[in-house]
């Protein structure tokens, strides 16, 4: 069974950073592509970063480029989402996916995602 369990939400004032973990386990996470997801209320689920199982090509959508950073642990079964310059248009649940495709010029699509973690809450004050 496979299963991803998100770690790491939290409240920070703007400017600041937080690291999200995503821990996975029932499948070898160094062959699989792995994605970060945001959604807030009213919005669509949006990509905002992936690494390639295939040959690990990073993507990060323009909202989060320079700012995100995504790190893949294949020794921990793990990847993480580095957050700084935390901005007031960020906070949304945040979740992890795998078992999908990351596009090197549009990132990962939900629905071409099998694997979901529950989610962790970020909240940004100004």
């Known amino acids: 069974q496979v299963q991803l369990v998100e770690s790491g939400g939290g409240s920070v004032q703007s400017g600041g950073s937080l690291r999200l973990s995503c821990a996975v386990s029932?499948?070898?996470?160094?062959?699989?592509?792995i994605a970060w997801f945001r959604q807030s209320p009213g919005k669509e689920r949006e990509g905002v970063a992936c690494?390639?199982?295939?040959?690990?090509?990073?993507y990060y959508s323009d909202s989060v480029k320079g700012r995100f950073n995504i790190v893949r642990d294949n020794a921990k079964n793990a990847v993480y989402l580095q957050m700084d310059s935390l901005k007031p248009e960020d906070p949304a649940v945040y979740y992890c996916?795998?078992?999908?495709?990351?596009?090197?010029?549009?990132?990962?699509?939900?629905?071409?995602?099998?694997?979901w973690g529950q989610g962790t809450q970020v909240t940004v004050s100004s």
């Open positions: 029932g499948i070898t996470l160094r062959h699989y592509t």
């Open positions: 996916a795998t078992d999908g495709f990351c596009y090197s010029d549009t990132g990962a699509r939900p629905s071409e995602y099998d694997y």
């Open positions: 690494t390639s199982g295939v040959d690990d090509d990073i």
